[in-house]
């Protein structure tokens, strides 16, 4: 396994659908009228981009061994329904230490003109 600390990954554009928060809204027991749920960022931000972390051969990413510890997501504004918005993963650090490997995955999301939405920050250990 090599470490790929510093690897980006490819720009992922999504669309901020309205049957796809609603839906999102419902399963947290949010109100769907009430906007965005700060949290749809888990689907717009790191979920369109971590599959290329986990599918990326030589990240070795092991399912099995796989333990999502932390979650972070910091907006300079929330994204309005019906946008586009377009994500990009990189790999902030990837280091080793006592039998377990740490991968830190930072997303950052921006609008369609660029401008900046928010910044996905996740950990994942996974056991040697």
């Known amino acids: ?3 790929v600390a510093g690897r980006t990954y490819p720009a992922v554009k999504f669309e901020i659908e309205p049957g796809a928060v609603a839906a999102f809204a419902d399963a947290i027991g949010a109100d769907p009228a009430d906007g965005i749920p700060p949290t749809f960022a888990a689907v717009y931000s790191l979920g369109v981009t971590v599959p290329q972390l986990f599918g990326d051969d030589e990240a070795a990413v092991d399912f099995a061994k796989l333990l999502h510890a932390e979650q972070e997501f910091e907006w300079h504004r929330h994204p ?3 946008e586009t918005v377009i994500s990009t993963g ?4 990837d280091t080793s230490r006592r039998g377990m490997r740490f ?4 997303t950052d999301t921006t609008d369609a003109n660029s401008a900046p939405l928010c910044r996905s920050r996740a950990l994942f250990v996974i056991r040697s």
């Open 90 to 93: 990189r790999v902030a650090s």
């Open 80 to 82: 309005r329904v019906g």
């Open 103 to 106: 991968v830190n995955f930072e």
């Open 1 to 3: 396994m090599a470490a």
